[in-house]
């Protein structure tokens, strides 16, 4: 099962949607700007991704900024105290799978961690190529 921690506003995110459908494996949709997230979440996904709080953080078009994490001497225990305030401080898409976890900008990075590759080639929302099978190397 693969999980992908989603934004349905954010096109790369639905671009990284678009890539894990045409895979054909089985998935699930968390829209983690409604569910919000939990320590342990973000931990255990920060941990098996290798990421910080600093790096995970959304710079853009989040409240960031205005709310100083963006300074230097800012904690990752502070970064991650706002990210379980305001959850769109954590960039996205996350994506879980059995090969791994990613986050997925660009959206192609998803590849990398897809049980099953697309068939087809995948194309994104302004007409760009996401996959291309003909192209994909063993």
Known sequence: MIVIHHNPDCGTSRNVLRLVEASGAPYTVI??????W????LLG?????????????????SPAEALGLLDDGVSDEAILD???DHPVLVNRPIVCSPC???LC??????????PVLPAQAVHGEKGEVLFDPAAATP
């Open 31 to 36: 829209d983690y700007l409604n569910e919000g």
């Open 38 to 41: 939990t320590r342990p979440q």
């Open 45 to 61: 996904l920060f941990a098996v991704a290798d990421l910080t709080p600093r790096k995970a953080l959304r710079e853009s078009k």
């Open 82 to 84: 706002a990210m379980l």
């Open 100 to 102: 791994g976890v990613l």
């Open 105 to 114: 900008r660009p959206s192609p990075r998803v590849i990398a961690i897809l």
